[in-house]
């Protein structure tokens, strides 16, 4: 079986031209909408911590979050009629864009009103076997290019607040990029460059560390590979010129993972793509920064620096 054929299909890139469309999830994470005041929708939680950091505490002006927590990354989501009730109360709503919503159009003439805010706009996508890949908030410099296009994006829809969306952004896009400048100095000197991810969620932060995907092991989101697709990661570890980590999430379901780690006989590290955290705004504020810490010490480690 030829390598490319590991690497996780995305699903197509769904058009976002008609941008006053929709999209989502879940709409039990998302507290009702207020009767008065601005209402913005995050799609799901690594926009709802961006956007939350933009609002800061401008008076009047309510973030939710749509997709629930426990779904991860929304590929694949299916609206709900909660969801559409959500976003038809809201003014804005804040997608990841690069083609993760599939169900954009489905939902336009429902929400006439909402204007939709596309956070990956501009950004430089990167594309496996042809397919968008669209994990861009995984690497702190691209969520910071997502934090200045949501600023940006709010400061024309209520421009009453203009001022306040553009200085939270830029301060909180200012933490990112000064997070991004320490994670990519603290792993320069790591002497393993080669990794086996587990889903396809880290090539945008392979790219800023400088680090080589020899494979990722679920043919498609959510599925697990085959005993010969198996063998053959196996086989591509063990012909490498040099050590290869072996990464998954913290909250994937694969057992292939593990099996890998045995038959290889290496240990397998987590890291956190921040799909999930607390909602309460407090806590939330901080829970990216919080995640991709705590990555950094993980990478640390599977990568020759520190021993686990």
Known sequence: MDCTRLFSRLGAAALLGALPLLSACGAKNAPAPSAAGFHV?????????????????????QVSNLVPTSTGCPEDYQLSPGDVKALSEAQVFVINGAGLEGYLDKVAAQCPQLQVIDASAGIEKLKIDGEINVHVWVSPMQAARQVRAIAAALAKADPAHAALYQKNGEAYAAQLEAFSARLRDSLAAAPIRRIVAFH??????????????????????????SPRELANVAALVRSAPGPVALLT????????????????????????????????????KDAYLRAMDTNLAVLRSALGLDKK
């Open 200 to 225: 396809d969620s880290m090539p945008y932060l392979a790219r800023d560390l400088n680090l080589q995907i020899i494979a990722v092991m679920e043919p498609a989101p959510g599925q697990n590979p």
């Open 41 to 61: 929708v995050a799609e799901f939680y690594p926009l709802y911590v961006e956007t939350l950091n933009i609002v800061g505490d401008i008076p009047g002006v």
């Open 249 to 284: 999430e913290i909250d994937a379901k694969n057992p292939a993972a593990d099996i890998l780690s045995r038959e290889l006989n290496q240990p397998l590290y987590s890291l956190n793509t921040c799909t999930g955290g607390p909602l309460e705004p407090a806590a939330a």
